[in-house]
């Protein structure tokens, strides 16, 4: 076998394909968990508008409020991390140059809505102001909340889920030269990530709400659409990262490589 026409997988980097195939998998049962527990959860009411209704919302049950304001995106952005590491020390023979700035801005992208999330903040809060005695706690309390609403709304917290999504978009994109994945999860992290960026000025990223029928139905058909491509696209790299995680120094067919 002509060696210049074949590359290894780093088996030294078995074990961080393996956590990456695993965050890979359980970001694939949380998504399902979080998705029926949102469309549940909404059918007995939809979210709070206002900061009394989000303590009312924590008191009565904790674990909707923190779905309502993201839990599951928090657990998706950590679970990214070794995710995108994996992804990087994979894809890199392809192009290190695209694989690195897909994983900056993953990086980024995550640490930007980990420092906005305001779930578990409004859950102390919300203990807080039920334990308050006087109304000059209530009030301070109040406040407080209102900021973290506030601080939801701004362009810093809508761009972490963004940066990553466009992160996953470059990554699938050199999935396509990488034998270990195949087109398959190339076409369904392109197409899914670019449904999920679609959303983004349509479904209350950018704007409080859809401003006509039509973008309402852009809206659901663009994010749930992408969402369900999410899903598949995490099963198909985390399968595929775990067999690299298997591998033992195994020789690929070449990729084509740029950057």
Request: aromatic share 12%; charged share 10%.
């Amino acid at each position: 076998m002509d060696k210049s026409n074949v590359e290894t997988v780093d088996t030294t980097w078995k074990g961080v394909y393996r956590l990456g195939g695993a965050a890979a998998l359980l970001s694939a049962v949380m998504w399902l968990i979080a998705s029926s527990t949102y469309v549940i959860a909404y059918r007995a009411g939809p979210p709070p508008t206002n900061i009394l209704e989000w303590f009312a919302q924590f008191q009565s049950n904790w674990f909707v409020g923190l779905i309502f304001l993201g839990f599951a995106d928090i657990v998706f952005m950590i679970l990214a991390v070794p995710i995108s590491l994996a992804l990087y020390i994979a894809l890199q023979q392809v192009s290190k140059a695209w694989s690195l700035i897909a994983t900056a801005l993953a990086f980024v992208g995550l640490t930007d809505y980990l420092a906005t999330n305001a779930a578990f903040s409004m859950l102390t809060l919300s203990n807080q102001y039920a334990a308050a005695t006087t109304e000059a706690q209530k009030s301070l309390l109040q406040a407080a909340g209102q900021g973290l609403i506030a601080s939801t709304q701004g362009t810093s917290y809508y761009m972490g889920l963004p940066l990553v999504w466009l992160a996953s978009i470059i990554l699938s994109v050199l999935m396509w030269r990488h034998k270990g994945f195949g087109k398959a999860s190339a076409y369904v992290g392109i197409l899914g990530y670019a449904l999920l960026l679609i959303a983004v000025p349509l479904a209350g990223y950018a704007t409080t709400d859809p401003a006509t029928a039509v973008e309402t139905v852009l809206a659901y058909i663009s994010y749930l659409g992408g969402g369900v491509l999410w899903v598949i696209w995490w099963i198909l790299i985390g399968l595929k990262l775990l067999k690299l995680g298997r591998i033992e120094g195994k020789m690929l067919p070449q990729q084509s490589r740029s950057g």
